[in-house]
């Protein structure tokens, strides 16, 4: 056993046990802040300016707020980060969810349902595109 779990081990018998009168502080989980990012920081994790991902939203048609079946929530502008950062770098799961303030079920949970919703009301252009590459 590594010596940081007997820690928290010895810590959680001694709390219970009454011997131990402190509580350890949980770190404040901060959430992702969109005026926060720079313009650079942005283009560097989106591939897209912070005005041209508000204009992207509403041109996929990204509702004001995105819910998914498990209940996960997050706002169209978050879920539309979460998209691009994972198509920017798509084996980097630890890192996009460390940039949105997300556990990774409710990443990939927001990720899936965001694209389910492009592919819903943009999928036919991607059809009609495919046939003609197919048919000619």
């Not at 556990?103 to 999928?123: A, C, D, K, Q, Y």
């Not at 059809?127 to 048919?135: D, I, M, P």
Request: aromatic share 10%.
């Amino acid at each position: 056993m590594a010596p940081h779990y007997k820690l928290k081990r010895l810590v959680a018998i001694g709390m219970a046990a009454g011997l131990l009168k402190f509580r350890l502080k949980a770190r404040p989980r901060r959430k992702f802040d969109f005026s926060r990012i720079s313009q650079t920081s942005a283009q560097k994790w989106f591939r897209f300016d912070k005005l041209y991902l508000e204009r992207l939203r509403l041109a996929l048609r990204i509702p004001d707020v995105v819910y998914t079946p498990e209940r996960d929530r997050a706002t169209g502008l978050k879920a539309i980060c979460i998209v691009l950062r994972r198509f920017v770098s798509p084996n980097r799961l630890f890192e996009s969810k460390r940039l949105i303030k997300r556990s990774s079920p409710s990443f990939s949970r927001i990720f899936n349902h965001t694209v389910m919703l492009i592919h819903r009301e943009h999928g036919h252009l991607l059809r009609g595109k495919l046939r003609e590459r197919t048919s000619g």
